[in-house]
Nanobody, 115 residues
Framework: QVQLVESGGGLVQAGGSLRLSCTAS????????MEWFRQAPGKQRESVAS???????NYADSVQGRFTISRDNAKNTVYLQMDSLEPEDTGVYSC?????????WGQGTQVTVSS
């Protein structure tokens, strides 16, 4: 089992920045990749960014160039730096870890971008 705790959400004006954190505990050695998802009201959950154990990153087209995923192995933490935020970025952001078979999920954190 892997446990994930997110933090860093909040309310920000369009054009502003937020940094989300996701700290993992438990069977960390089994994690092959970490990923941030978001779900806007009335929409399906979508992948925003991911980072593999080897450090390879991937981004959704909608956030490419504005969001940066990174990690601090010493702290077992993954970050999502979100810059140039837009109202369309509003949603519940959830961190997930996968061992290649199943996903473990955090509780989610609300991000609201006002226009």
């Amino acid at each position: 089992q892997v446990q994930l705790v997110e933090s860093g959400g909040g309310l920000v004006q369009a054009g502003g920045s937020l940094r989300l954190s996701c700290t993992a505990s438990g069977r960390i050695v089994s994690i092959k990749a970490m990923e941030w998802f978001r779900q806007a009201p009335g929409k399906q959950r979508e992948s925003v960014a991911s980072i593999t154990r080897g450090g390879r990153t991937n981004y959704a087209d909608s956030v490419q160039g504005r969001f940066t995923i990174s990690r601090d192995n010493a702290k077992n933490t993954v970050y999502l730096q979100m810059d140039s935020l837009e109202p369309e970025d509003t949603g519940v952001y959830s961190c997930a870890a996968t061992d290649g078979g199943i996903y473990f999920w955090g509780q989610g954190t609300q991000v609201t971008v006002s226009s």
